[in-house]
């Protein structure tokens, strides 16, 4: 009995971990605020993620199968991950200001370049493992997923080398506020929001497939439809309205940010890894 209370206090302290990143934890040493250096922050980061990785193998249903087992730990990294990016406590800099320390939003895109690839090999795995037990439709779900993917392989290095492009902008003499203009137009985040319901999608088949095999729980995949329902309406608005006219309703926007995609990747790795039933 203790030890199934246990069991639900650490995955109660586990789901909201990427936000309590942003807490009293990380939030001080940002480096963001210019007495604290990106070294310190890191470190910080990695001894938190630490933290977190033990509490999540405490959880972890041990008689998983192997490659489902694999699956869950990497999209749990993705959360370990995001507690960093969330933790920065500021958004992204595209001002001429971040020329003074390219190196916060380096790191902020190098994170979630990292949580793209961590998703797309946890996908596989998963898709491989159930490959042959699956309907055949569900295979069909590797052709969404190779746009939805596209898009982050595009925004992540876009946004990373946007300092030194920026620079450049400045070096031929021109106006520094007409650079995003330039550098990200509408129509480019008009295809971010197509990305994002391409992305919402695959998390959202992916969880079905995972509770059709037997190892997510039913409330789970209604939880993530409801978030991932939302995250598709908020890419439409985008694709449909623009940035611009969608931008004032900020609770949905969190949705289109890539915290929204990865945040819920996380939601299903830990739900993965800690479902207490009969494995795949």
Same mark, same amino acid.
Request: charge should be positive.
């Given at each position: ?23 009293? %934890?990380? *939030?001080? +040493? #940002?480096?963001?605020?210019? &007495? ?12 938190c993620g630490l933290v977190s990785a033990i ?14 087992? !694999? =699956? ?8 370990? #991950? ?7 406590? $500021? ?11 390219? &190196?916060? &939003? ?17 996908? +596989? %795995?998963?898709?491989?493992n159930s490959w042959s037990t699956t309907a055949?439709?569900?295979?069909? @779900? ?27 902008? @400045? ?14 137009? &509408? #129509? ?29 729980? *039913? ?9 991932? $329902? @939302? ?9 449909? !309205? ?5 931008? *004032? ?7 289109? %940010? ?12 830990? =739900? !993965? ?5 009969? $494995?795949?």
């Amino acid at each position: 009995m203790i030890k199934k209370i246990l069991h639900v206090i650490v995955i109660i302290f586990l789901l909201p971990l990427p936000f309590i990143g942003s807490g009293d %934890i990380l *939030k001080k +040493f #940002s480096p963001y605020f210019d &007495e604290n250096g990106l070294g310190l922050y890191i470190l910080l980061s990695i001894a938190c993620g630490l933290v977190s990785a033990i509490s999540a193998y405490y959880v972890t249903n041990k008689a998983l199968a192997k490659p489902l087992l !694999l =699956a869950g730990a990497l999209l749990f990294l993705i959360g370990i #991950s995001m507690t960093s990016v969330v933790g920065l406590l $500021a958004q992204p800099d595209f001002t001429p200001t971040m020329l003074q320390h390219p &190196e916060r &939003e380096h790191y902020r895109y190098t994170l979630l370049f990292l949580n793209a690839l961590l998703f797309a090999v946890a996908f +596989f %795995i998963i898709i491989r493992n159930s490959w042959s037990t699956t309907a055949q439709w569900h295979r069909w @779900i590797v052709l969404l997923f190779i746009p939805a993917f596209a898009e982050w392989l595009w925004e992540f290095p876009h946004h990373f080398f946007l300092g030194a492009h920026l620079q450049q902008w @400045i070096n031929q003499g021109k106006n520094a506020a007409d650079f995003m203009v330039n550098y990200t137009p &509408e #129509s480019a985040l008009k295809l971010g929001g197509l990305g994002r319901v391409l992305q919402y999608s695959v998390i959202l088949w992916l969880a079905f497939m995972l509770f059709k095999s037997g190892v997510l729980k *039913k409330w789970v995949l209604i939880v993530l439809t409801v978030f991932c $329902a @939302i995250g598709c309406f908020t890419g439409i608005a985008v694709a449909v !309205l623009g940035y611009a006219s969608f931008a *004032k309703l900020q609770i949905l926007m969190l949705f289109f %940010i890539p915290a929204g995609p990865f945040v819920l990747s996380y939601w299903t790795g830990l =739900a !993965l890894l800690s479902k207490k039933q009969k $494995a795949l």
